[in-house]
Protein backbone atom coordinates (compact mmCIF):
# COMPACT_ATOMS: atom_id res chain seq x y z
CA UNK A 1 0.00 0.00 0.00
CA UNK A 2 1.02 3.43 -0.80
CA UNK A 3 1.03 6.76 0.69
CA UNK A 4 -1.69 7.70 -1.10
CA UNK A 5 -3.72 4.60 0.24
CA UNK A 6 -2.75 5.73 3.81
CA UNK A 7 -3.84 8.98 3.73
CA UNK A 8 -7.11 8.32 2.12
CA UNK A 9 -8.07 6.04 4.46
CA UNK A 10 -7.19 7.97 7.59
CA UNK A 11 -8.81 11.38 5.81
CA UNK A 12 -12.04 9.46 5.50
CA UNK A 13 -11.83 8.32 9.13
CA UNK A 14 -10.94 11.61 10.90
CA UNK A 15 -13.60 12.91 8.54
CA UNK A 16 -16.40 10.82 9.38
CA UNK A 17 -15.60 10.88 13.49
CA UNK A 18 -15.96 14.76 13.00
CA UNK A 19 -19.30 14.30 11.24
CA UNK A 20 -20.48 12.16 14.42
CA UNK A 21 -19.58 13.90 16.85
CA UNK A 22 -20.83 17.71 14.94
CA UNK A 23 -24.17 15.75 14.40
CA UNK A 24 -24.25 14.35 18.00
CA UNK A 25 -26.69 11.30 16.56
CA UNK A 26 -28.14 8.92 19.02
CA UNK A 27 -25.06 9.54 21.29
CA UNK A 28 -24.69 11.52 24.64
CA UNK A 29 -22.76 14.43 23.63
CA UNK A 30 -20.68 14.38 27.00
CA UNK A 31 -19.95 10.59 26.56
CA UNK A 32 -18.69 11.10 22.69
CA UNK A 33 -16.68 14.47 24.15
CA UNK A 34 -14.91 11.83 26.76
CA UNK A 35 -14.43 9.12 23.82
CA UNK A 36 -12.69 12.12 22.31
CA UNK A 37 -10.86 13.11 24.30
CA UNK A 38 -8.98 9.56 24.58
CA UNK A 39 -8.88 8.89 21.38
CA UNK A 40 -7.11 12.49 20.62
CA UNK A 41 -5.06 12.01 23.64
CA UNK A 42 -3.49 8.87 21.99
CA UNK A 43 -3.54 10.31 18.58
CA UNK A 44 -1.74 13.26 19.34
CA UNK A 45 0.81 11.07 21.42
CA UNK A 46 1.49 9.13 17.93
CA UNK A 47 1.27 12.15 15.88
CA UNK A 48 3.93 14.17 17.57
CA UNK A 49 5.71 11.76 20.23
CA UNK A 50 3.93 13.80 22.86
CA UNK A 51 2.96 11.96 26.38
CA UNK A 52 -0.17 13.35 27.30
CA UNK A 53 -2.08 11.67 29.88
CA UNK A 54 -6.01 12.67 30.39
CA UNK A 55 -6.06 15.21 33.84
CA UNK A 56 -9.39 14.46 34.68
CA UNK A 57 -8.14 10.60 35.60
CA UNK A 58 -6.18 12.63 38.41
CA UNK A 59 -7.99 15.88 39.19
CA UNK A 60 -11.82 15.42 38.90
CA UNK A 61 -13.19 17.99 35.77
CA UNK A 62 -10.60 20.20 35.69
CA UNK A 63 -11.13 23.80 34.60
CA UNK A 64 -10.44 24.48 31.01
CA UNK A 65 -7.40 21.26 30.58
CA UNK A 66 -8.29 17.90 29.85
CA UNK A 67 -5.17 16.63 28.62
CA UNK A 68 -1.54 17.10 30.00
CA UNK A 69 2.01 16.29 28.83
CA UNK A 70 4.67 17.60 31.58
CA UNK A 71 7.13 16.16 29.93
CA UNK A 72 7.19 18.68 27.48
CA UNK A 73 4.92 21.27 29.07
CA UNK A 74 1.69 21.01 27.21
CA UNK A 75 -2.04 21.35 28.74
CA UNK A 76 -4.58 20.73 26.48
CA UNK A 77 -8.26 21.29 26.08
CA UNK A 78 -10.38 19.29 23.59
CA UNK A 79 -13.86 20.87 22.58
CA UNK A 80 -16.76 20.17 20.33
CA UNK A 81 -17.04 23.96 20.11
CA UNK A 82 -14.75 26.10 18.11
CA UNK A 83 -15.60 29.93 19.50
CA UNK A 84 -13.22 32.82 20.39
CA UNK A 85 -15.60 32.64 23.56
CA UNK A 86 -14.72 29.51 24.54
CA UNK A 87 -10.98 29.46 23.78
CA UNK A 88 -10.82 33.27 25.99
CA UNK A 89 -12.90 31.32 28.53
CA UNK A 90 -10.21 28.43 29.07
CA UNK A 91 -7.13 30.91 29.29
CA UNK A 92 -9.12 32.96 31.75
CA UNK A 93 -9.75 29.98 34.09
CA UNK A 94 -7.55 30.20 37.53
CA UNK A 95 -6.21 27.29 36.68
CA UNK A 96 -3.67 28.43 33.94
CA UNK A 97 -2.05 29.80 37.33
CA UNK A 98 -0.99 26.19 38.52
CA UNK A 99 0.77 25.51 35.64
CA UNK A 100 3.51 28.20 35.10
CA UNK A 101 5.31 27.77 31.53
CA UNK A 102 2.69 25.79 30.30
CA UNK A 103 2.11 25.97 26.63
CA UNK A 104 -1.74 25.75 26.27
CA UNK A 105 -3.42 24.11 22.89
CA UNK A 106 -6.55 23.84 21.58
CA UNK A 107 -8.32 21.22 19.68
CA UNK A 108 -11.52 21.28 17.66
CA UNK A 109 -12.87 17.79 16.82
CA UNK A 110 -15.78 19.08 15.11
CA UNK A 111 -15.45 22.33 13.47
CA UNK A 112 -13.15 23.93 11.14
CA UNK A 113 -10.79 26.62 13.30
CA UNK A 114 -9.24 28.26 10.51
CA UNK A 115 -10.92 32.03 11.35
CA UNK A 116 -9.68 31.16 15.33
CA UNK A 117 -5.91 31.00 14.09
CA UNK A 118 -6.59 34.34 12.65
CA UNK A 119 -7.86 35.92 16.42
CA UNK A 120 -6.64 37.29 18.95
CA UNK A 121 -6.89 36.31 22.46
CA UNK A 122 -7.60 38.05 25.90
CA UNK A 123 -5.11 35.97 28.01
CA UNK A 124 -4.74 37.42 31.94
CA UNK A 125 -2.15 34.80 32.82
CA UNK A 126 -0.02 35.40 29.60
CA UNK A 127 0.04 31.60 28.98
CA UNK A 128 2.08 30.80 26.54
CA UNK A 129 -0.22 30.41 23.41
CA UNK A 130 0.24 31.02 19.49
CA UNK A 131 -3.27 30.77 17.79
CA UNK A 132 -1.65 30.22 14.43
CA UNK A 133 0.47 27.12 15.63
CA UNK A 134 -1.70 25.75 18.65
CA UNK A 135 -5.03 25.54 17.34
CA UNK A 136 -5.53 22.41 15.84
CA UNK A 137 -8.42 20.95 13.30
CA UNK A 138 -9.22 18.37 11.26
CA UNK A 139 -7.44 19.84 8.17
CA UNK A 140 -4.10 21.44 9.76
CA UNK A 141 -3.57 17.72 11.23
CA UNK A 142 -4.53 16.29 7.75
CA UNK A 143 -1.97 18.74 6.58
CA UNK A 144 0.61 17.86 8.84
CA UNK A 145 0.06 14.05 7.84
CA UNK A 146 0.16 14.61 4.26
CA UNK A 147 3.46 16.01 4.61
CA UNK A 148 5.29 13.01 6.51
CA UNK A 149 7.55 10.25 5.19
CA UNK A 150 4.99 7.06 4.11
CA UNK A 151 6.29 5.06 7.33
CA UNK A 152 4.97 7.61 9.74
CA UNK A 153 2.06 7.71 7.82
CA UNK A 154 1.87 3.45 8.18
CA UNK A 155 1.79 4.23 11.44
CA UNK A 156 -0.93 6.87 11.86
CA UNK A 157 -3.45 4.42 9.86
CA UNK A 158 -2.18 1.28 12.12
CA UNK A 159 -3.18 3.33 14.91
CA UNK A 160 -6.50 4.94 13.54
CA UNK A 161 -7.70 1.16 12.00
CA UNK A 162 -7.21 -0.25 15.33
CA UNK A 163 -8.72 2.44 17.29
CA UNK A 164 -11.93 3.46 14.94
CA UNK A 165 -12.13 0.38 13.07
CA UNK A 166 -14.88 -0.25 11.35
CA UNK A 167 -17.34 1.66 13.79
CA UNK A 168 -17.66 4.80 12.76
CA UNK A 169 -18.33 3.83 9.04
CA UNK A 170 -21.78 2.62 10.76
CA UNK A 171 -22.78 5.89 10.44
CA UNK A 172 -24.58 6.43 6.91
CA UNK A 173 -25.65 9.47 5.03
CA UNK A 174 -28.04 10.30 2.09
CA UNK A 175 -26.28 11.47 -0.72
CA UNK A 176 -28.27 12.44 -3.89
CA UNK A 177 -25.78 10.05 -6.22
CA UNK A 178 -27.56 7.60 -4.16
CA UNK A 179 -31.31 8.72 -5.33
CA UNK A 180 -29.82 8.67 -9.05
CA UNK A 181 -28.99 5.08 -9.12
CA UNK A 182 -32.15 4.43 -7.29
CA UNK A 183 -34.23 6.06 -10.29
CA UNK A 184 -32.08 4.32 -12.77
CA UNK A 185 -32.11 0.93 -11.63
CA UNK A 186 -35.88 1.26 -12.24
CA UNK A 187 -35.43 2.48 -15.68
CA UNK A 188 -35.59 -0.18 -18.97
CA UNK A 189 -32.19 0.33 -19.63
CA UNK A 190 -32.68 -2.16 -23.13
CA UNK A 191 -35.14 0.04 -24.55
CA UNK A 192 -33.85 3.22 -26.37
CA UNK A 193 -37.22 5.24 -27.61
CA UNK A 194 -34.82 8.78 -27.95
CA UNK A 195 -32.87 9.41 -30.70
CA UNK A 196 -28.69 9.76 -29.85
CA UNK A 197 -27.72 13.30 -29.53
CA UNK A 198 -24.17 12.58 -29.08
CA UNK A 199 -21.54 13.26 -30.99
CA UNK A 200 -19.44 10.06 -31.06
CA UNK A 201 -16.98 11.20 -33.32
CA UNK A 202 -16.09 14.41 -31.02
CA UNK A 203 -16.01 11.39 -27.97
CA UNK A 204 -13.75 9.20 -30.26
CA UNK A 205 -11.44 12.25 -30.15
CA UNK A 206 -11.51 12.39 -26.48
CA UNK A 207 -10.83 8.60 -26.05
CA UNK A 208 -7.21 8.93 -27.96
CA UNK A 209 -6.57 12.16 -26.94
CA UNK A 210 -6.49 10.65 -23.24
CA UNK A 211 -5.21 7.05 -23.90
CA UNK A 212 -7.99 5.73 -22.97
CA UNK A 213 -8.10 1.95 -24.56
CA UNK A 214 -9.48 -0.39 -22.01
CA UNK A 215 -11.97 2.50 -20.65
CA UNK A 216 -12.81 2.13 -24.54
CA UNK A 217 -15.08 -0.37 -24.68
CA UNK A 218 -16.95 0.60 -20.87
CA UNK A 219 -17.60 3.98 -22.89
CA UNK A 220 -18.77 2.64 -26.11
CA UNK A 221 -21.08 0.26 -24.56
CA UNK A 222 -23.07 3.00 -22.30
CA UNK A 223 -22.72 6.62 -24.30
CA UNK A 224 -25.94 5.58 -26.03
CA UNK A 225 -27.32 5.93 -22.07
CA UNK A 226 -26.26 9.98 -22.29
CA UNK A 227 -29.81 10.59 -23.02
CA UNK A 228 -31.45 8.84 -20.17
CA UNK A 229 -29.24 10.00 -17.88
CA UNK A 230 -30.16 13.81 -18.82
CA UNK A 231 -34.09 13.35 -18.63
CA UNK A 232 -33.06 11.77 -14.97
CA UNK A 233 -31.15 14.57 -13.99
CA UNK A 234 -33.51 17.23 -15.63
CA UNK A 235 -36.36 15.54 -13.40
CA UNK A 236 -34.22 15.44 -10.67
CA UNK A 237 -33.35 19.08 -10.70
CA UNK A 238 -37.29 19.92 -10.19
CA UNK A 239 -37.07 18.50 -6.81
CA UNK A 240 -34.19 20.93 -6.14
CA UNK A 241 -32.14 23.78 -7.37
CA UNK A 242 -28.99 22.22 -9.05
CA UNK A 243 -29.06 19.09 -7.63
CA UNK A 244 -27.97 17.42 -10.76
CA UNK A 245 -24.70 19.68 -10.48
CA UNK A 246 -23.61 18.07 -6.67
CA UNK A 247 -23.60 14.05 -8.19
CA UNK A 248 -21.12 15.65 -11.47
CA UNK A 249 -19.53 17.74 -8.64
CA UNK A 250 -19.21 14.11 -6.25
CA UNK A 251 -17.99 11.98 -9.93
CA UNK A 252 -15.20 15.03 -10.82
CA UNK A 253 -13.76 15.32 -7.10
CA UNK A 254 -13.25 11.43 -7.15
CA UNK A 255 -11.61 12.07 -10.67
CA UNK A 256 -9.40 14.54 -9.16
CA UNK A 257 -8.51 13.32 -5.82
CA UNK A 258 -7.24 10.02 -8.14
CA UNK A 259 -5.63 11.48 -10.53
CA UNK A 260 -1.96 10.09 -9.21
CA UNK A 261 -3.85 6.55 -10.41
CA UNK A 262 -1.16 4.84 -12.46
CA UNK A 263 -2.44 5.10 -16.21
CA UNK A 264 -5.52 6.44 -17.51
CA UNK A 265 -7.55 3.32 -18.09
CA UNK A 266 -6.83 2.17 -14.49
CA UNK A 267 -7.91 6.39 -13.26
CA UNK A 268 -11.19 5.55 -15.30
CA UNK A 269 -11.99 2.34 -13.66
CA UNK A 270 -10.45 4.15 -10.02
CA UNK A 271 -13.60 7.15 -10.74
CA UNK A 272 -15.69 4.35 -10.81
CA UNK A 273 -15.22 2.05 -8.14
CA UNK A 274 -14.69 5.08 -5.82
CA UNK A 275 -18.23 6.42 -7.21
CA UNK A 276 -19.74 2.94 -6.64
CA UNK A 277 -17.83 2.70 -2.85
CA UNK A 278 -19.95 6.11 -2.11
CA UNK A 279 -23.55 4.64 -3.17
CA UNK A 280 -23.24 1.73 -1.07
CA UNK A 281 -22.34 4.00 1.58
CA UNK A 282 -25.65 6.22 1.36
CA UNK A 283 -28.68 5.48 3.95
CA UNK A 284 -30.93 6.02 1.23
CA UNK A 285 -29.03 3.58 -1.66
CA UNK A 286 -31.78 0.91 -2.59
CA UNK A 287 -30.23 -2.24 -2.32
CA UNK A 288 -29.90 -3.92 -6.36
CA UNK A 289 -28.03 -7.05 -7.74
CA UNK A 290 -24.35 -6.13 -7.70
CA UNK A 291 -24.43 -6.57 -11.41
CA UNK A 292 -26.94 -4.26 -11.46
CA UNK A 293 -25.34 -1.18 -9.80
CA UNK A 294 -22.20 -1.87 -11.81
CA UNK A 295 -24.09 -1.28 -14.74
CA UNK A 296 -25.69 1.98 -13.25
CA UNK A 297 -22.67 3.17 -12.18
CA UNK A 298 -20.69 2.87 -15.11
CA UNK A 299 -23.67 4.69 -17.21
CA UNK A 300 -22.99 7.51 -14.73
CA UNK A 301 -19.43 7.54 -15.23
CA UNK A 302 -19.29 7.09 -18.56
CA UNK A 303 -22.19 10.46 -18.99
CA UNK A 304 -19.86 12.44 -17.21
CA UNK A 305 -16.96 11.53 -19.31
CA UNK A 306 -18.85 12.67 -21.98
CA UNK A 307 -20.23 16.14 -20.27
CA UNK A 308 -16.86 16.53 -19.49
CA UNK A 309 -16.85 16.58 -15.70
CA UNK A 310 -13.87 14.14 -16.35
CA UNK A 311 -10.21 13.89 -18.37
CA UNK A 312 -9.22 16.51 -20.29
CA UNK A 313 -11.17 17.62 -23.31
CA UNK A 314 -9.52 17.97 -27.05
CA UNK A 315 -9.22 21.23 -28.71
CA UNK A 316 -12.83 22.41 -29.64
CA UNK A 317 -14.34 19.39 -28.06
CA UNK A 318 -18.21 19.26 -28.66
CA UNK A 319 -19.82 16.29 -27.58
CA UNK A 320 -23.63 17.40 -28.38
CA UNK A 321 -24.72 15.93 -32.46
CA UNK A 322 -26.08 18.90 -34.27
Known sequence: MNRTHYFNYIEKKL??????????????????????????????????????????????????????????????????TNTKKKVESALNKNTMKNYPGYHFKFISISKDASNLKKMTFINPYSVTFNPLTDIYDKDSILKHILSLKVEDQKIIYRFIKNELGAEVDDVKWESNLAIVINILSKEDRDKQDQPIVINSFEIERKLTYNNLNDAKYVIDDYKIHHNRVDKIYAEFDTSGVNKSSTVLATIRQEYIKAKTTGTDDELFFQVIEKIQEKILNSANYVQIPIEELEECVNILVVDAFIRCKIFKNPKDYNYAST
Do not use: C, P
Open 15 to 80: NVLATRINSRGKLNLLDMHSQSEYFYMHFFNVLFNWELKNLNEVFHNVEAIDLIDNSNKYFIQVSA
